[in-house]
């Protein structure tokens, strides 16, 4: 059945995918709603997807791979790592938290996007949305191979 430390890593992957989904998602609803007439039906559409993929989507999956992440730190230093909490200050580590730090600011930077699109108050061009769309993905590359070649351990 594997151990809670399999477990734990295979919860937090999966959290983590579902965030990524929304993260990504999110920014490519935005490129449809700009055009939607304001007022009309697809507006009203674009208002419900967005706020639904926010609520359902990426709050609950940016606190379970938080809650998960931060687990993993706990249970690392505790039972699997022999120089304890000190592999938070690996490189790769602390390469990996500087993804999280970057991803939570990208996470509240779309939810306040979003009350602005649910405002009829964006101010951001299709070209800002479709370009930093790429943003999250670069960051969880950087991460995944972070956490599995361990560089300058
Ligand atoms: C939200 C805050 C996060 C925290 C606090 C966190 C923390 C951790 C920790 C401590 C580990 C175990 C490292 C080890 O000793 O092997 C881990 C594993 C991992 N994390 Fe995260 N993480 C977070 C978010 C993410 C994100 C956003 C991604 C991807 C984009 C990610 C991808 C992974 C992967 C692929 C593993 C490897 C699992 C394995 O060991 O097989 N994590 N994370």
Do not use: C
């Given at each position: 059945m594997g151990t809670v430390y399999d477990w734990l890593r295979g919860l937090h992957i999966l959290a983590v995918i579902a965030w990524m989904a929304g993260l990504l998602m999110l920014p490519r609803?935005?490129?449809?709603?700009?055009?939607?007439?304001?007022?009309?039906?697809?507006?009203?559409?674009?208002?419900?997807?967005?706020?639904?993929?926010?609520?359902?989507?990426?709050?609950?999956?940016?606190?379970?791979?938080?809650?998960?992440?931060?687990?993993?730190?706990?249970?690392?230093?505790?039972?699997?790592?022999?120089?304890?909490?000190?592999?938070?200050?690996?490189?790769?580590?602390?390469?990996?938290?500087?993804?999280?730090?970057?991803?939570?600011?990208?996470?509240?930077f779309l939810g306040r996007s979003r009350k602005r699109f649910a405002a009829d108050a964006n101010t951001r061009s299709e070209k800002f949305w479709r370009l930093t769309n790429e943003l999250p993905f670069i960051a969880a590359i950087v991460m995944v191979l972070a956490v599995t070649t361990e560089f300058g351990n």
């Open positions: 609803v935005f490129v449809y709603h700009m055009s939607a007439e304001p007022g009309s039906r697809m507006d009203q559409v674009f208002k419900d997807a967005e706020r639904r993929i926010f609520s359902i989507i990426l709050n609950p999956a940016m606190i379970l791979s938080l809650v998960l992440g931060l687990t993993l730190i706990w249970y690392d230093a505790t039972y699997m790592r022999p120089e304890g909490w000190g592999f938070l200050k690996k490189p790769w580590m602390i390469t990996k938290l500087a993804g999280v730090v970057f991803l939570l600011g990208w996470h509240h």
